[in-house]
């Protein structure tokens, strides 16, 4: 009887840290929503209600969608993204499939040099990168970026990836080759669709810090043909004067592909994640 009081009180208590952090998580989000509909005297007067039909108002939206040019914005963003995201899973993939199903000479240590790029911040390397860029002509190119995305996704994938695919059946990928199946068949064939939760984990986390950055657009692409969505957001922070409905019109826009990502792979990324965890 004590063990399953205790087992109850231990789970209880996860759930409510699960709970806690969720709430930390979502009322940042719920925050800007609400107040993207609100005048600007109710968003300072009163943050934390809900819009009245006194205080509702979409002048931030008018404003995005008139004066910024957020379908640009949008456009290059999703460029960006999905060139990134599919770039990141094609050789995450193979590079994580050669590391858990190939022995050579360098095996671990490529391994540890991978996991390396996931410690140190490739914002270290931001003078080189863009010396790098200014040298092949790539500056105010959404090129440059995808290059950048690409590089610094590949070694979470990989360190995602290798350990998904080591639980995949050495008979299945036997079976295959006795079959007559090349190695790239195998792998498009065989391994891949057994390892989607896997992917679409790594497709998560790898957008979100994407779609956010402000840092690379800065630095990278600051034309105004090749600004994304949050670089964008800035045209309404000023130095003295912040149009706080638009501001926060243009970040509610902005989380908007964001959870429709997650709607659309949230059962394959909850299977990704626990899948890990249980043996």
Wanted: no cysteine.
């Amino acid at each position: 009887m004590s063990k399953a009081r205790a087992s109850l009180t231990r789970t209880s208590l996860v759930h409510l840290a699960l709970i806690s952090y969720a709430i930390i998580s979502v009322f940042p989000v719920f925050l800007t929503l609400i107040n993207s509909m609100k005048d600007r005297n109710a968003i300072f007067r009163n943050p934390m209600q809900l819009p009245s039909p006194k205080t509702f108002d979409l002048v931030g939206y008018y404003t995005v969608l008139g004066q910024g040019d957020f379908a640009t914005y949008f456009q290059n963003s999703f460029i960006v993204t999905v060139a990134s995201i599919a770039l990141v899973l094609l050789f995450g993939a193979m590079a994580a499939f050669a590391l858990s199903e190939y022995r050579f000479r360098g095996n671990t240590l490529m391994g540890l040099y991978l996991a390396i790029g996931i410690m140190i911040p490739i914002r270290l390397g931001t003078v080189a990168i863009l010396q790098g860029m200014v040298a092949t002509g790539l500056v105010n190119t959404l090129t440059a970026l995808v290059l950048v995305y690409t590089a610094q996704g590949i070694p979470l994938a990989v360190f995602i990836l290798s350990e998904f695919m080591r639980t995949v059946s050495d008979d299945l990928k036997n079976a295959g080759r006795i079959d007559g199946l090349s190695e790239y068949a195998i792998f498009f064939r065989l391994v891949l669709p057994l390892v989607r939760p896997a992917m679409a984990t790594v497709a998560v986390f790898t957008m979100i810090p994407i779609w956010n950055d402000l840092w690379f657009p800065l630095i990278l692409a600051p034309s105004e043909a090749t600004k994304t969505v949050t670089l964008g957001s800035q045209i309404f922070i000023g130095q003295f004067v912040t149009n706080w409905n638009a501001v926060l019109a243009a970040l509610s826009l902005a989380i908007f592909p964001v959870l429709v990502l997650y709607l659309v792979f949230s059962r394959q990324l909850i299977r990704g994640i626990t899948s890990g965890a249980v043996k």
